[in-house]
């Protein structure tokens, strides 16, 4: 079974309610800035696997296996194949619907930036423009002992003999955020920023268990802005008071959401 297998089938719809929905674009019309923060539930309808759950991907690997240093220093080959079927699965995925509701809203309100901690980069492939991402990206490579060699494009002729190598004799590693490791230090304080100064949080497909973008819709609570999450699964963040929990899949409801905003 490759990693990236449509699992598009498996999604929970139920029919939405018109209620919360109104609530919601009522909330999101009034606000003045608006921070969007996405997780893997965003991209699960365009065929990319969420990391936990029944179908979540660290049920069938071991991240430490395949997301940590000591992974790729011991099985370099073994974790570029998988970073290699990855990229190559994410390429040829299409943002759906949600994706374009997005850029919609960017374009009618205003949503700059979108805080991500996907690395799949279906944000920029929709239009999105400015978009954090918290845990890097699947595009570039740098070198695992930090010669500086970096931002070393993953294009085809990097993957012709796996692992592939840095200029220097050493491997190179994906730019994506592995265990253990610290976030990419000025994404994390723009981020930190935003949710200190928005008017309004939209949390989208996160299970809001990895710190620190579990922390940001907490920073905006705190202030007393409110948060709309979606997604179908209850999480840590669905019941606290000042959040509006749309228990709807993010391709389905994002499109209703900006339809009852904008009227398209
Ligand atoms: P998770 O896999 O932990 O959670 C995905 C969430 O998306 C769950 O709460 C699902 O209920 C929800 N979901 C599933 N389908 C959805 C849909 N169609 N629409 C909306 N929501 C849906 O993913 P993250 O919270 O993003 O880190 O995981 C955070 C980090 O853990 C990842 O970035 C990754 C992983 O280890 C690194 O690789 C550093």
């Not at 965003?42 to 029944?54: A, C, D, I, L, N």
């Not at 690997?61 to 000591?70: K, M, N, T, V």
Request: hydrophobic share 40%; with cysteine; glycine share 10%.
């Amino acid at each position: 079974m490759s990693a990236e297998e449509d699992f598009s089938r498996s999604v929970v719809t139920e029919p939405h309610s018109g209620g919360l929905i109104a609530e919601a674009a009522d909330m999101i019309g009034a606000a003045g800035s608006i921070v969007v923060s996405t997780g893997a539930g965003m991209s699960r309808e365009s065929g990319v696997r969420t990391f936990r759950g029944e179908e979540g991907l660290w049920k069938e690997y071991r991240a430490e296996d395949l997301a940590s240093i000591e992974g790729i220093r011991k099985d370099p080959a073994l974790v570029w194949e998988w970073y290699r079927e990855r990229l190559k699965a994410c390429q040829e995925l299409e943002p759906h619907a949600g994706y374009y509701a997005l850029v919609s809203m960017q374009n009618g309100k205003g949503i700059l930036p979108l805080i991500t901690q996907n690395v799949d980069g279906l944000h920029q492939k929709a239009g999105v423009k400015d978009v954090i991402e918290l845990h890097g990206n699947l595009r570039t490579a740098s070198c695992i002992d930090s010669c500086g060699v970096s931002r070393v494009q993953m294009t085809g002729d990097l993957f012709e003999k796996l692992p592939p190598r840095c200029s220097c004799g050493s491997i190179l590693r994906p730019d994506v955020v592995l265990f253990g490791e610290q976030l990419p230090e000025q994404a994390l304080s723009r981020a930190f920023r935003l949710a200190d100064s928005c008017d309004l949080m939209m949390v989208i497909g996160t299970s809001m268990v990895v710190y620190p973008a579990s922390s940001l819709p907490l920073i905006a609570l705190r202030r007393g802005v409110k948060v709309i999450e979606i997604n179908p699964e209850e999480t840590p963040l669905s019941s606290l008071d000042g959040v509006l929990s749309l228990r709807y899949t993010a391709g389905s409801v994002l499109p209703e959401l900006v339809k009852a905003v904008y009227g398209v």
